[in-house]
């Protein structure tokens, strides 16, 4: 008969039960159990085990029974073991009536913080190393300095925050964005032209879905996938401008007939890097002045700069044909849903029009706490400390390549949260399918590609280095470099 059945919920906060025989060595039989949990599928990869000395006293085992128990465990790789983050089931431990189903999972398209599908294999093993771009390191979320501004914006908020709202968003958050963006970015603007929206991917919908513009939009051969199957969805065609080592070929505008409005990533072109050049900067603001245009800039990751001088926003240049917006998904987390327009004067009616009432609004709780995120000074410390984080990833990266894969030279790396790794002509698919069944997940430069861009096409990989915690860094760095193609082959 069974000794007992443990249930560690009121201590850890996480249901445990273990069935242990009446007899035998008590360390064995624990290790047993939870072996038979992983084995099961009883007990998932990830999940986090009570500490040993909790999970003793609800055995009435000695500590160093479980401890013992723990610790062959973790030397077996059923469990793992890291100081802050407790003991967990290790992320290889799938049982093998459950690993095609993880796989199927892993395969499924998930939303990125960026708005990207994102696609890891359609039969590799599960993900071990995350070097997919578009996600900011979740474990520095500043949660202590957060939950701080929480506390002092609810209690300074007045009765009527807890009301119906401005559609604009809370004034607060507004005035301190105006602020902020113009000491930071340069922006040109007053809370009365800010709208807050839930990210940039919300401003499409806002802006096309509900027609407050019209296409066609221009926009860079290059970008991501899913903001134009937004925009078709939304019935805009989208018309792609070549790309080079200056960014979009802003030229190209003026033979692109029917066109009066463009979308471009001038701080930092996604995905290939690098700022649009001053005198393309010039150009399209010509343009859109002579045409009655509208440019639309997408500052994803603006704040975020190491190997050279900031570079403002191209707002400035003209507030009254240029809609900036902007988020905190790669500055602080995309869990926060809170993004911005800085609209042009003319365009601010239509699009609260097109907000509606209320459900389309951003929390009010949310929008209070960023904004005395931002006025106390919080948020510049934190993207002060993660610039630095970022820039120390990013040199990692760096000097890994130049030692195990000199032939191949990122680039992209002056700016951002990802690197561009150029490769020899047809490696692309190769490289991305040893990747996967190395159990890295990234993404090959093709698909962010225009499919009607006729532009020549480029072999790459798009190496995210913010998203891996610091501890799994450097061995996500090693599989990818055994990814790689060798010097002179395929």
């Known amino acids: 008969m069974p000794e007992s059945w443990v249930n560690s919920a009121e201590r850890t906060g996480s249901d445990l039960h273990l069935e242990l025989p009446a007899t035998g060595s008590r360390r064995a039989a624990v290790s047993a159990a939870l072996r038979d949990a992983v084995r099961s599928g009883r007990l998932a990869p990830g999940t986090r085990l009570p500490p040993y000395r909790s999970l003793a006293a609800d ?6 029974t479980v401890a013992d128990a723990y610790a062959e465990l973790v030397a077996e790789g059923w469990l793992t073991a890291r100081q802050g983050s407790g003991t967990r089931v290790a992320a290889r431990a799938v049982p093998a009536r459950t690993a095609r189903a993880t796989r199927a999972a892993a395969a499924a398209p998930a939303a990125g913080p960026a708005g990207a599908a994102r696609t890891v294999g359609e039969a590799g093993p599960p993900v071990r190393h995350d070097l997919r771009q578009g996600s900011p390191d979740a474990a520095s979320f500043p949660r202590t300095a957060w939950l701080a501004s929480a506390r002092r914006a609810l209690n300074a908020a007045p009765h009527s925050a807890y009301g119906p709202g401005d559609p604009r968003g809370r004034i607060e958050l507004r005035t301190a964005l105006a602020a902020y963006l113009a000491r930071a970015r340069g922006v040109h603007t007053s809370p009365e032209h800010i709208v807050v929206c839930s990210g940039f991917a919300h401003a499409l919908r806002l802006l096309f879905g509900d027609r407050v513009l019209r296409g066609p939009l221009a926009v860079e ?11 078709e969805a939304a019935g805009t065609p989208t018309v792609p401008l070549a790309l080079d080592e200056d960014g979009a070929r802003t030229e190209e505008l003026e033979s692109r007939t029917g066109v009066r409005a463009v979308l471009l990533t001038p701080a930092h072109q996604f995905p290939t890097g690098g700022p649009l050049h001053a005198r393309r900067r010039a150009a399209v603001v010509d343009w859109a002045r002579a045409r009655g245009g509208l440019i639309l800039e997408d500052d994803y990751d603006g704040e975020f700069r190491y190997d050279r001088e900031p570079v403002g926003a191209l707002q400035g240049l003209d507030p009254d044909h240029v ?3 902007g988020s905190v998904s790669k500055s602080l987390s995309p869990a926060v849903r809170l993004g ?6 003319h365009l601010v009616g239509p699009v609260l029009a097109a907000k509606g009432e209320r459900e389309a609004w951003a929390s009010v709780l949310d929008q209070l706490t960023l904004a005395d995120f931002i006025a106390s000074g919080a948020y510049d410390r934190h993207v002060r ?3 630095q984080r970022y820039r120390r990833r990013r040199d990692r990266l760096v000097t890994t390549l130049a030692a195990r894969a000199p032939h191949l030279v990122p680039t992209g790396i002056a700016a951002g949260l990802h690197a561009v790794l ?5 490696t692309e698919p190769s490289a991305v399918r040893a990747a996967r069944r190395l159990g890295v997940a990234l993404d090959g430069l093709a698909a962010f590609r225009h499919p009607a861009a006729t532009m020549p096409a480029q072999d790459g990989l798009v190496v995210g280095y913010a998203t891996p915690a610091d501890h799994a860094y450097g061995p996500a760095l090693e599989a990818l470099c055994a990814a790689l193609p060798p010097a002179g082959g395929r």
């Not at 055995?59 to 160093?64: H, K, Q, S």
């Not at 051969?221 to 925009?231: D, E, I, K, T």
């Not at 150029?422 to 047809?426: D, F, M, S, T, V």
């Open 323 to 325: 809609l900036y917006a």
């Open 340 to 345: 911005w327009m800085v609209l042009p004067p």
């Open 59 to 64: 055995l009435g085992l000695a500590r160093n």
């Open 221 to 231: 051969s290059y970008g991501l996938g899913f903001h134009r199957s937004l925009l």
């Open 422 to 426: 150029r490769l020899p002509p047809g």
């Open 385 to 387: 400390r993660m610039r």
